[in-house]
């Protein structure tokens, strides 16, 4: 199967797999998508992911969901910058999202990090998702 939007791929599954009460979900595996991964567990918002060999050179990464009181700790996760329409922005003017309670995810020079490190050390880059 062909994907045009790998991170937006595995986003879809992760909102999938919450709706359907899922504790875990799979995608192929990526560099990219493994910093996005590492970066919501650094937040909380997954139990985190382990990859897994399917034949050679095929990988799966299996991708842990995370629960809080029956409820999904992510209520809102979307794609921003893709393939038709990428998003960038400067360290400068980064917005907060949800009054500071979610984050944005972003691709910058100094690798894949929230709007808040990001404003920290100064770099902006494509904004990837955000996450609630």
Known sequence: MIVNDPIGDMLTRIRNGQRSRKSSVKSPNSKVRRAVLEVLIK??????????????????????LKYYEGQPVIEIIERVSKPGLRVYSQSKDL???MSG???????TPKGVMT??????Q???????CRVY
């Open 115 to 120: 709007d808040v490190e990001a404003k920290q």
């Open 122 to 128: 100064g770099v902006g880059g494509e904004i990837l």
């Open 95 to 97: 917005a907060s999202f």
């Open 101 to 107: 309670l979610g984050i944005h995810i972003l691709s």
């Open 43 to 64: 937040e909380g918002y997954i139990r985190g992911y382990t990859t897994e060999i399917v034949r050679k050179g095929i990988e799966n990464i299996n991708i842990e």
